[in-house]
């Protein structure tokens, strides 16, 4: 497993009855993780006094309930800065976790010796984009909600890379790559986020277990001759990291060698010592 031990501003404190206890800087937050199946004592106060707790409902969906928190915070990542806030289904606009990979395709980037172009699909809020142009690449940035692409600016700002070599696009992320292959477009690393579930903007629907092995075909083109690395996640329980690792490796391995390899990313829990698992991720590099 890879786990995101890093953090300062963000922990994991405890988890149970499918709930997760977390501490976003100065707040708590209790909100709802369908892989905590246990229950177990909660015996940290923090339990029984949060800042805000998100209710899930039966029906789907569900609410937050706020005590003390204000509408809008800010954690960092070394050198980076987030911009935080409560919104619908549960998030806050980051996903902690993923801060194993940014590590890891830091070192990537910074010991590669040369420029690198960064392709970032489904970008959300930026930590990935932020992170690789932390470590000098030039980044192309794309989400098809511009209210995302806009907190993402508003991130880099805050992380004084507002004048990094970015691009920010507002698109619909298979069409993108599509017209990048059309026009000849390449890049040496490509990051993609899919989501599980999700509706085009003309109501074409997205399963990811119908849909990703075609995007990784498709991004695959967009590579340079000597690419360095290739990241795909996951948040579909359905999808073992093996079924990442056989896609990369069918995908890469004969035009470029290298090795794929793929795990459940996870975050340690202050309270038992134990990692929570939070989805899954596949690397190719070389």
């Avoid at 890093?6 to 988890?15: G, L, R």
């Avoid at 204000?70 to 050198?79: F, K, L, S």
């Avoid at 959300?124 to 692409?149: C, E, N, P």
Wanted: with cysteine; charged share 20%.
């Amino acid at each position: 497993m890879w786990i995101a031990d890093n953090w300062k501003d963000y922990q994991v404190i405890d988890c149970s009855k499918g709930e997760k206890l977390e501490r976003w800087g100065d707040f708590l937050l209790i909100r709802p993780d369908p892989q905590v199946i246990w229950d177990t004592p909660r015996t940290h106060q923090g339990w029984q006094n949060p800042n805000a707790h998100y209710h899930r409902s039966a029906k789907g969906g569900g609410e937050w309930e706020f005590f003390d928190l204000p509408e809008q915070w800010t954690i960092h990542y070394h050198e980076l800065t987030f911009h935080l806030k409560p919104f619908h289904f549960k998030h806050t606009g980051l996903f902690p976790e993923q801060a194993a990979n940014w590590d890891w395709f830091s070192r990537k980037l910074l010991c590669a010796g040369r420029p690198a172009k960064v392709l970032n699909l489904f970008a959300y809020t930026g930590g990935a984009t932020l992170a690789a142009a932390r470590a000098g690449a030039s980044v192309t940035h794309v989400d098809a909600s511009k209210g995302m692409v806009g907190w993402a600016k508003e991130n880099a700002a805050a992380s004084g890379l507002e004048k990094a070599p970015v691009r920010w696009l507002v698109d619909d992320c298979v069409k993108f790559a599509e017209r990048e292959i059309r026009r000849g477009s390449h890049y040496d690393a490509i990051i993609m986020d899919p989501p599980s579930y999700g509706r085009g903007p003309k109501g074409e629907i997205w399963k990811i277990e119908n849909s990703v092995h075609t995007l990784i075909q498709l991004c695959a083109k967009l590579l340079s001759p000597d690419p360095l690395f290739f990241l795909i996640n996951s948040y579909t329980t359905g999808l073992a990291p093996s079924v990442l690792t056989y896609m990369l490796a069918t995908e890469l391995y004969p035009r470029y060698g290298g090795q794929a390899h793929a795990e459940e990313i996870g975050l340690p829990v202050q309270e038992t010592g134990l990692i929570l698992p939070c989805g899954a991720s596949g690397r190719w590099e070389r």
